[in-house]
């Protein structure tokens, strides 16, 4: 592929070797036209990123129809900024993650715009959510064994590794690298970023297969701020009710009912034809009913392990209710799913699974393509949706979070990028 990358003013001679390959033409006008075959995207990538070390400011860089003729008919690419501090930069709005603790960590600033890999594709993001994991993981409130390893894997004093949050989001694929075959330009997709997270900023590039998160088209029937909250909160409680093997008209109790994966477990849970009771906070308790939970409990007035009902399927999404109470409100092959559990909970479950027939099933969602594309069937047939709970532009990502961290979110709390038309 032919290109030709004009910047400002003339480049000098000593720079020359930069740019090996490349024809260099010093223009009447001033400018300095580079032209020639760049392999891809990383490529054209790392040649951009010269031309912003050296301080010159980029122009413009097209990309010839026909690499024969480097002044063939061009493609205009949006490689412009104005942000003087970075000059000839590529550059996009991101929260960055700047410190461990509360939300005045998330600063608004600008940063390099992505380009795709051979086997990634660009997304312009429509919508991301701030979800418990992502508040949990700022303020590295997460449990004693796990906070050193963070720290270590993440950077000791400040986050360097990972520096913009947001696990999941929605969008428009703006281009694809040259290996992509399951997505075109245009495609309104939602995905999962996984461990790798990126998600609160205006551009993802993310892999068209890959083993840490997941990317499809979204379902037709949904606003890019109802897909963006499916994935995460979906593919979880998918997971685990899928592991509780729930049968039809068996009695499933939900504890923590009303947040991203309680809201989708109910819905779930549901469709597979159970008895729902989701356990939750006064202020949820009209949502849940209204997604499909036959009885409700609010944990504020009453402990459900001692009304004397029991349960065929226990799910503590958070890990919060008494284990032993749990155990006593099962019914005998029954089985208690733990979404968040201490180490305790752990050793305690590892006993009980082997000294009863009482199954304790813990761990984290295996994030599959194939399990989103059932959940965007289910949402496609009206079978489930997302809950929305407030709505908040890119910068005010830390008002957000703050909200988050009160734990009175109903469902989802969303981030707002791009344009959100109803599709």
Not at 272 to 291: H, W, Y
């Amino acid at each position: 592929m032919v290109y030709q990358i004009r910047i400002k003013g003339h480049l000098s001679h000593q720079w020359t070797d930069w740019f090996e390959g490349l024809t260099i033409t010093l223009e009447e006008d001033g400018n300095t036209l580079l032209t020639g075959p760049v392999i891809d995207q990383a490529a054209l990538h790392g040649l951009l990123k010269k031309v912003r070390d050296l301080g010159m400011p980029l122009i413009s860089v097209n990309r010839a129809n026909n690499p024969s003729q480097a002044n063939a008919s061009i493609v205009q690419q949006n490689f412009i900024s104005s942000n003087q501090n970075n000059p000839g930069g590529i550059l996009m709005k991101a929260i960055m993650w700047t410190k461990y603790g509360p939300p005045d960590g998330l600063q608004l600033r600008e940063s390099d715009k992505p380009v795709p890999r051979d086997n990634e594709v660009l997304i312009r993001i429509a919508a991301t959510t701030v979800t418990t994991g992502d508040c949990e993981l700022r303020s590295l409130k997460i449990p004693v064994l796990f906070r050193l390893p963070v720290r270590i894997y993440n950077g000791l004093l400040k986050p360097k590794r990972i520096t913009i949050l947001g696990q999941e989001l929605s969008g428009e694929i703006e281009t694809t690298g040259k290996d992509v075959r399951l997505f075109k330009k245009g495609d309104q997709v939602f995905a999962s970023t996984g461990l790798s997270f990126g998600g609160y900023a205006e551009y993802i590039c993310l892999p068209e297969e890959t083993k840490m998160g997941v990317l499809a088209k979204k379902p037709v029937n949904m606003t890019y701020e109802e897909a963006a909250a499916v994935p995460t909160g979906g593919l979880e409680a998918l997971h685990f009710l899928r592991k509780g093997n729930i049968q039809h008209g068996q009695k499933v109790l939900i504890i923590g009912a009303g947040g991203s994966i309680g809201t989708f477990a109910v819905q779930l849970a549901r469709h597979f034809g159970a008895e729902v009771t989701g356990v939750d906070s006064t202020k949820k308790l009209d949502m849940l009913r209204s997604i499909g939970a036959l009885h409700v409990i609010d944990y504020t007035r009453e402990d459900f392990t001692k009304n004397g009902e029991t349960y065929d399927v226990i799910f503590d999404i958070m890990g919060k209710s008494s284990f032993s109470g749990s155990i006593k409100s099962l019914k005998q092959n029954g089985r208690y799913l733990i979404g968040n559990p201490g180490l305790t909970q752990i050793v305690r479950g590892r006993w009980i699974s082997m000294r009863s027939s009482k199954k304790v099933i813990i761990g984290a969602a295996i994030q599959k393509v194939e399990d989103l594309a059932f959940l965007k069937e289910l949402i496609e047939a009206g079978a489930i949706k997302s809950v929305i709970d407030r709505r908040y532009s890119l910068e005010q990502t830390a008002e957000a979070h703050r909200y988050v961290d009160t734990g009175q979110k109903k469902g989802n709390v969303v981030i707002t990028i791009g344009k959100n038309t109803k599709i």
